[in-house]
């Protein structure tokens, strides 16, 4: 089910990016009265491009998951879409969703619901989780809570009854009872009242959550990129419980023997014995777990390292890796290379406990993102200091260039670094930071080397000549022209300043440090290299796959706008 | 040819301004940007305080644990961070005499004890004023910070501004989150915070007037004009007591970089060109490397590339291109690193490091082969990071020269002639194919700096990246300024030096 919804998604998204986008676009044009008309060339150029298969279907790819991604919150979230409680309805994550597009998480849309306001008595914010349970099962959620009222109730009753007797007793034997003695009767029922309108209440609670009144809807994968799961047993990091080959260690299972006299590199070893079947091989790492194989796991006490092995493969020696704080390992304990089930945290935590695949999915976008911004505005910038030099040519073009010459030979990482390590930047101080250092000057001097040739020709003349404005001239007449060095550039450009981001992360001087980065994983993935490999391949692959098919494009992209020609041998 | 000179000649005279500016930019941000040393101190401290006082209870106030006025100004000065930006520049680059001191010695004391006796008296005097003020700043809850007397802010002063003080008095009572803000306020009245006491200066009425005030202000001066005159005593020849009795001898001096002159390092406490010099081995050999291997796979690859232009060969060797590009090269080690490290899969390459541990102890008992043996091993992993950030802008760049020469007239010519493919191939085209890549050479100078920091923390190779890494992290200003400064020359006299080479071997090239 989820993976058909998942699958309905991605269509949703590619059609939305290459069908609804552009013509929202030029409808979006046509009502500032601006018909886009493309030129002969540059429909030619676009079918070229699309006739080369793999740099077109990367395109698609890439551009669909962009804009599905712009709507993670609504898709992956440790939120629900809605919740649903009587005539009450919120949309926690649409709220997020909101918050970011407006402002980057910090919108003004509240982060939390009141409990009060859905079935769940007090005053703090809703536990979606808890709510998405009494949905799901109201019998079993309000079951335990209601005998308890009732059995509070009974010993309540019985402590009246009681009291009530002791009274009657003093009465009759004529004296007075203590004032203290009353208040007490009183105290207690008044107390039973409550707890009867408790249970009333708990009941009309109920009553809401089994007559379907109440609903919830969770995004498809319902764990955030903020949030740290606490749900799943032992310490973070947790390494993937989907077998995935090559990153996810076969599983296998054993009991612990007892405790062995050698001692190995300085730590304390330990018999262990796999069960029928199954066998143990040397390096493998081992949990143990506390809990048995009925009711499932409990809790982590520590992680072997299978250090020798007897012939049969079934019996070895392991040493101590970690042990939780003060905890022992008991004999016959379970032993096992995965506690998780398989869908628990299908590509493990990070090493506070966050859920990879939302950081994964998180850190695309924010990377996209902030390749998309850096390009985009330091192209900007840079046109229109190239279209300046180019177009007014003398002092002005030999002054810029010089000022570019130098400010190109600044080192940006380092100074980067060195005002990174005081200030924490911001999503958009870092992008501004690139912008001025770095991304505006990549492409000034293409741009200045086509404005000189165009304006010599005889169409900007005749420009020039009818009156037109140099600005006019520039953007209307030249631009289009000059536009091919800009595109072509674009994609390595693109996988550059995502490289940039990815290393300012991995060294810690990047976004901050709660937002979802590929660069901040590496370097969760840096710190635990020996036993968690998970936390650098997973990243590694989601680079590595993005920036591949952006140099695709670019490829492809280069080979239909700006064609070279190569004369073949023979 | 005499146009081309003037241009690289133009281009000379450009790298002093270029450099200047360089230089000045980082200069100003180290300076403006606070966590400069004096501050790295002070951290230092109060977490050493914060520590004693049983793991931080939070009543650390900033303040309380932090070098007293004193000590800043003396570090400050030994830092050179009392002179204005602009100046300490120009110190710095060794066009402006800086202030040099060092201890006097008591051997030259020796030599006069007669004026040394009259400096002590004099100092006593100083000592005695000092003694007086304070005992009176004391007793009346003064504060004296610099050369002004601060009195605490009476009600009747807070008056006139009730608003602004109960909102200071607000942010006092949130506690030290607020403190900047707090002080931040405090300067629109020109207070100032003392521990939690609002302080304020004297007005000239009560420094004029008579009563305690003015007694103080009176002991003060005392104290200033004793200072005074022991300096005045002591400049005849050239030295100066600090205000905790310690005495100087100074000069002022040219002494910056210029001179050769990097200034110590704050973490090794040596001169910062002998640290970097020392790692220049370190850059030398992993640049070398790194060279040797682009060239060694890229050149062949480009070559076979290209005569096989859109065959199978070329488009699945592309795929390989198109990952080295996607993939920067730190992220190849690290993927290495995971990989062959002896974690969960192979374990054929150490984690890190330049050589092991007991290499020279294995080098002086002769055990050669595996010195050989380790150093290879260490040295893989590195390689191949500096490999893949190569790799792909050289294969394509050797591809693509090589197909234009291919299309050239000459190339036709000589297969029109009837020369065998070989010969015209890898003796007429390669020749000239290889000039755009045999320019790289100008940058040789940059194989003494070569090392990206990324691979070098990655792989843990104490290079010249890894100490500039460093340095900024721990603020070591000499250092960070001397790689920077060398770094700068190395770059752009090899742009230059790489477009004479060009400009050399190609006499179809021609710079204007």
Request: charged share 20%; hydrophobic share 45%.
């Amino acid at each position: 089910m989820t993976f058909l919804l998942t699958l309905l998604v991605l269509v949703a998204g590619v059609l939305l990016t290459q069908k609804g986008i552009p013509w929202l676009f030029t409808k979006a044009l046509l009502l500032f009265g601006i018909r886009l008309r493309t030129s002969p060339l540059a429909k030619k150029r676009l079918r070229r491009f699309r006739s080369i298969r793999r740099g077109y279907i990367s395109f698609v790819i890439i551009t669909s998951c962009f804009t599905t991604s712009l709507f993670l919150e609504v898709l992956v979230n440790d939120r629900p879409v809605m919740i649903r409680y009587g005539d009450k309805t919120a949309y926690p994550a649409v709220r997020d969703l909101f918050n970011t597009w407006i402002f980057f998480r910090d919108g003004p849309f509240p982060t939390y619901d009141r409990s009060g306001d859905f079935g769940i008595p007090g005053d703090g914010p809703l536990d979606y989780k808890e709510f998405g349970k009494i949905v799901v099962d109201p019998e079993k959620a309000f079951g335990p809570i209601a005998q308890g009222r009732k059995d509070d109730i009974e010993t309540l009753e019985e402590e009246i009854r009681d009291t009530q007797q002791e009274i009657d007793e003093l009465i009759e034997d004529g004296e007075e009872p203590e004032d203290w003695l009353i208040e007490d009767l009183q105290a207690a029922k008044v107390e039973l009242e409550k707890l009867r309108s408790q249970i009333d209440e708990l009941g009309a609670i109920k009553e809401v959550f089994a007559s379907g009144d109440a609903s919830i809807v969770w995004p498809l994968y319902r764990h955030g990129p903020y949030k740290n799961r606490l749900d799943l047993p032992g310490t973070a990091p947790h390494g993937p419980s989907l077998p995935l080959p090559g990153i996810t260690s076969e599983y296998c299972s054993g009991t612990l023997l007892g405790k062995d006299d050698q001692m190995l590199g300085g730590r304390s070893t330990y018999q262990v014995g796999a069960d029928e079947g199954e066998q143990f091989q040397v390096g493998q790492k081992l949990f143990v777990l506390e809990g048995d194989r009925q009711q499932g796991v409990i809790d982590v006490l520590g992680i072997l390292l299978v250090r020798e092995l007897h012939p049969d493969g079934r019996h070895g020696i392991a040493e101590v890796l970690s042990q939780g704080e003060g905890k022992s390992f008991p004999d016959q304990a379970l032993l096992a290379s995965r506690f998780l089930d398989t869908w628990e945290a299908p590509l493990g935590t990070s090493d506070s406990g966050i859920d990879v695949v939302p950081l994964l999915l998180y850190g695309f976008r924010v990377s996209v993102g902030f390749a998309l911004m850096v390009m985009g505005v330091g192209y900007i910038v840079g046109i229109l200091a190239g279209a300046i030099m180019g177009y007014y040519g003398g002092w002005t073009d030999i002054l810029l260039q010089r000022f570019i010459e130098i400010w190109g030979s600044v080192p940006f990482l380092f100074l980067i670094m060195i005002i990174a390590s005081i200030v924490d930047p911001s999503f958009w101080m870092l992008v501004i930071f690139l912008v001025v250092l770095r991304s505006w000057m990549a492409i000034t001097y293409q741009i200045r080397g086509e404005f000189y040739r165009e304006k010599a020709r005889d169409y900007v003349q005749a420009a020039i000549g009818t009156g037109v404005s140099d600005f006019k001239v520039m953007i209307r007449h030249i631009l289009p022209n000059s536009m091919i060095p800009v595109i072509s550039r674009a994609p390595f450009s693109f996988v550059n300043y995502i490289s940039a981001l990815v290393s300012l992360d991995f060294l810690g001087f990047g976004l901050p440090p709660t937002d979802p980065s590929w660069g901040r994983l590496l370097n969760q993935g840096f710190q635990f290299i020996l036993i968690y490999p998970h936390l650098v391949l997973l990243p590694v692959i989601a680079l590595a796959v993005t920036l591949f098919l952006v140099v695709l494009i670019g490829e492809a992209v280069r080979e239909a706008f700006d064609p070279k020609v190569f004369s073949r041998l023979r | 040819m005499s146009g081309m000179w003037t241009y690289f000649i133009r281009r000379m005279l450009l790298i002093p301004v270029t450099f200047i500016v360089i230089t000045f930019i980082v200069y100003g941000v180290l300076r403006i940007t606070p966590g400069g040393p004096i501050e790295q101190l002070e951290n230092q401290m109060r977490a050493a305080a914060a520590g004693e006082a049983g793991g931080g209870s939070g009543g650390m106030d900033g303040e309380s644990a932090g070098l007293d006025e004193k000590a800043r100004d003396e570090l400050k000065a030994y830092y050179n961070l009392d002179q204005p930006i602009p100046l300490a520049y120009l110190q710095w680059l060794g066009v402006y005499p800086k202030k040099t001191r060092s201890p006097v010695s008591l051997d030259y004391r020796r030599e006069d004890p007669g004026y040394w006796q009259q400096s002590q008296e004099l100092w006593g005097r100083y000592r005695q004023a000092e003694d007086v003020l304070e005992e009176s700043l004391l007793a009346g809850g003064f504060i004296l910070s610099g050369a002004t007397i601060l009195v605490e802010v009476s009600d009747s002063d807070r008056a006139p501004f009730s608003e602004q003080a109960a909102e200071a008095d607000q942010l006092l009572a949130i506690g030290v989150s607020s403190r900047a803000q707090l002080k931040r306020l405090l300067g629109t009245l020109g207070w100032s915070l003392s521990g939690t006491r609002f302080m304020r200066p004297l007005t000239p009425e009560e420094v004029t007037g008579s009563g305690i005030k003015a007694e103080l202000q009176k002991q003060l001066e005392t104290q200033e004009q004793a200072y005074q005159s022991l300096q005045l005593h002591l400049s005849p020849r050239s030295i100066e007591a600090n205000r905790n009795g310690s005495y100087y001898h100074f000069s002022h001096a040219f002494s910056g970089i210029l001179q050769g002159d990097f200034g110590r390092s704050f973490t090794y406490n040596e001169d910062a060109l002998t640290v970097i010099i020392s790692k220049f081995p370190i850059s030398i050999y992993f640049g070398l490397i790194g060279y040797l291997a682009t060239w060694l796979v890229c050149i062949p690859l480009g070559i076979s590339k290209a005569i096989r232009h859109r065959g199978a060969f070329d488009t699945a060797t592309s795929v390989l291109v198109f990952l080295g590009y996607a993939t920067p090269g730190f992220v190849a080690c690290l993927l290495l690193l995971v990989l062959l490290g002896g974690g969960s899969y192979w374990n054929l390459v150490p984690l890190g490091g330049f050589r092991s541990d007991g290499w020279n102890q294995w080098w002086e008992q002769g055990q050669y082969l595996r010195c050989v043996i380790d150093q290879v091993q260490h040295t893989l992993v590195p390689m191949f990071g500096y490999l893949v950030g190569s790799f792909a802008s050289m294969t394509v760049l050797m591809k693509n020269s090589l197909l234009e020469n291919f299309g050239a007239d000459y190339v036709r010519t000589a297969f029109a002639k009837g020369l065998p493919e070989g010969r015209v191939i890898y003796v007429h085209a390669l020749r000239n194919s290889l000039i755009p890549i045999t320019a790289g050479i100008g940058h040789f100078l940059g194989l003494l700096f070569a090392g990206s920091f990324l691979i070098e923390k990655v792989c843990n190779i104490p290079g010249m990246g890894l100490l500039g890494y460093e340095s900024i992290i721990r603020r070591d200003y000499p250092i960070i300024l001397a790689t920077l400064v060398i770094g700068v020359l190395i770059r752009l006299t090899g742009n230059i030096f790489s477009d004479l080479i060009w400009a050399l071997i190609d006499p179809r090239i021609r710079f204007k």
